[in-house]
Structures are given as structure tokens and as C-alpha cells.
């Protein structure tokens, strides 16, 4: 079970930062990573870090603004948001999974509005 927690309405140019905490003793196995979705949209794909965590990947629209970092120990994911923008409203949800998609495993999402 994944449950995210941290989203939040918040103004343009503000941070969040999103939390995942994946139960049970498999979660530092999987890559982790973060997805979001806009009703009547695709999902898209936000960040992802291997279970090492030795590698990371960013969608094109967050890189450079948005850090993926995790706590293997307590099967924890985050999503450091900075100089969010409104185009970044969405469910933000954390997936787990195979690197480099973690899709396996999905949460039920929280969501972040950003307000212009």
C-alpha cells in the first residue's frame, strides 16, 4: 500500500514537498516515483529514483525544479516542488515498481493546485 501525503493549494513560485510511504517490507526493493494526472488527461510522468537510489529521472516539464530523493529505510519517497506554476496542478501519485517507470503499484494521489 502507497499513501501520499503534503499536496496542498499553494501560489505560484511557492514549494511543496509531497510525501510516500510504501507499507510492508518490499517498497526499498522497487524503484519509486511520482506521477500526476489532470481529469480528462494523460497521465504524466514526473520522477522516478531506482532502489539504490543511485539514479534519478525527470520529466521534461520539472526538471530543474522538482528533486525526487527516497529513504530506503522507511520505504520513503519525496517530491521536493519548488517555483511551482499553475500548469503543475494535478493528483500528484507515487508509483512503485520496475526502474526506469515504476508503474506496478500505484497510490490513490494528493492533490496540488497552484494558484496563479
Known amino acids: 500500500q502507497l499513501a501520499e501525503a503534503g499536496g496542498g493549494l499553494v501560489q505560484t513560485g511557492d514549494s511543496l514537498r509531497l510525501s510516500c510511504v510504501a507499507s510492508g517490507a518490499t517498497g526499498s526493493r522497487y524503484a519509486m516515483g511520482w506521477f500526476r494526472q489532470v481529469p480528462g488527461k494523460a497521465r504524466e510522468f514526473v520522477a522516478a529514483?531506482?532502489?539504490?537510489?543511485?539514479?534519478?529521472r525527470y520529466g521534461d516539464s520539472v526538471a530543474g525544479r522538482f528533486t525526487v530523493s527516497r529513504d530506503s529505510a522507511k520505504s520513503t519517497v519525496y517530491l521536493q516542488m519548488n517555483d511551482l506554476k499553475p500548469e503543475d496542478t494535478a493528483n500528484y501519485y507515487c508509483?512503485?515498481?520496475?526502474?526506469?517507470?515504476?508503474?506496478?503499484?500505484r497510490g490513490q494521489g494528493t492533490q496540488v493546485t497552484v494558484s496563479p
Open positions: 529514483m531506482s532502489f539504490d537510489g543511485g539514479h534519478t
Open positions: 508509483a512503485l515498481g520496475s526502474w526506469p517507470v515504476p508503474q506496478d503499484f
